[in-house]
C-alpha cells in the first residue's frame, strides 16, 4: 500500500504498516510514547500538517490528523519544515542526522530518543516504504 505524503491516506496506511510490520514490532516492542509531528509548509506544502501516532510497545493505538500541537500532551513532538520531512521521506536525510543538526526539531527526552535510535529508524523505514509520492 501506498499514498501520497503528507496526507491523512497516508497516516492510515502508516497505522496499518506499524502494526502489520513484524520487524518494526520487535524493535520498537520497549518503545513507550506518542509523538506528534508537525511539518511546516513550503515549496508545495501551503499549510501546515499535524500528525499525531500513538506508539505502544511496537504497535500504533492510534492516529489523528489535528488542528494544532496543544490538542494533545505527546511525548514527543517532532518539528520540521515540509522541505527536510521531503528528505528524510525520500532517503536523502537520516532522521538523526537531521536531529543532530537541528534541521528536525525534537521536543521530548532526548535520552530516551537517543537510546531509541534503532526504533526510530526503523518508524522511518516503515513510513518511506507506504510513501508511494510525496506531495
Known sequence: MSAIFPSIEWLNALHEK???D???AEIARKWEGDIIVAIEPQGNLKERRIFYLDLWHGKCRGVAELK???E???AFVLTSSYDHIK???TGKLDPMQAMLTRKLSVKGNMAVMMR???T???FVRCAREIT???L
Open 22 to 24: 513484524e520487524r518494526y
Open 72 to 74: 494533545k500532551n505527546a
Open 68 to 70: 494544532d500541537v496543544s
Open 132 to 134: 508511494g509520492e510525496i
Open 87 to 89: 528528505l528524510i521521506m
Open 18 to 20: 506499524l502494526n502489520a
Open 120 to 122: 526510530v529508524l526503523d
Open 116 to 118: 531509541s535510535v534503532p
